[in-house]
């Protein structure tokens, strides 16, 4: 969702915008973020990169090649100095308050049904205007 969610969000500015996908497998691997990152830049010219993982690697490596980077998790500005454009960062505090509330209210919250797959993604989640979008 993340992927069509960044591909509609570059064709609402450019109607041509592209988006290409490089599969890391990981959450945390520098070697294979690097070269994930120089494929896409060198091999298939991307001039935005961005990522879903837990290092800045892929904005350390736009910023080489004087690419724009998006980075995740964190304002990673720091690691892409002129190339940064913006980073997703998640407030998972509020979410978490949210569970803590119900349960201190008597609900039975249970991470096993959360995750369980029979609930919907709003379940998981919430809907945008719980996260006061």
Not at 27 to 45: C, F, P, Q, V
Not at 97 to 123: A, C, H, M, Q, W
């Amino acid at each position: 969702m993340g992927i069509n969610a960044f591909a509609l969000g570059a064709r609402s500015v450019n109607s041509r915008a592209r988006v290409h996908v490089g599969w890391t497998n990981t959450w945390h691997n520098s070697e294979y973020e690097r070269r994930t990152a120089e494929y896409l830049i060198k091999d298939l010219g991307v001039d935005v990169i961005t990522h879903h993982q837990d290092s800045a690697e892929v904005l350390k490596v736009g910023e080489k090649y004087s690419v724009y980077t998006i980075g995740y998790h964190y304002d990673m500005r720091e690691h892409a100095p002129t190339t940064y454009l913006t980073s997703v960062v998640w407030n998972w505090g509020v979410y978490y308050e949210s569970i803590i509330r119900d349960v201190l209210r008597g609900s039975n919250f249970s991470l096993f049904r959360l995750f369980s797959g029979s609930e919907k993604i709003e379940k998981v989640l919430g809907r945008l205007e719980e996260w006061g979008c």
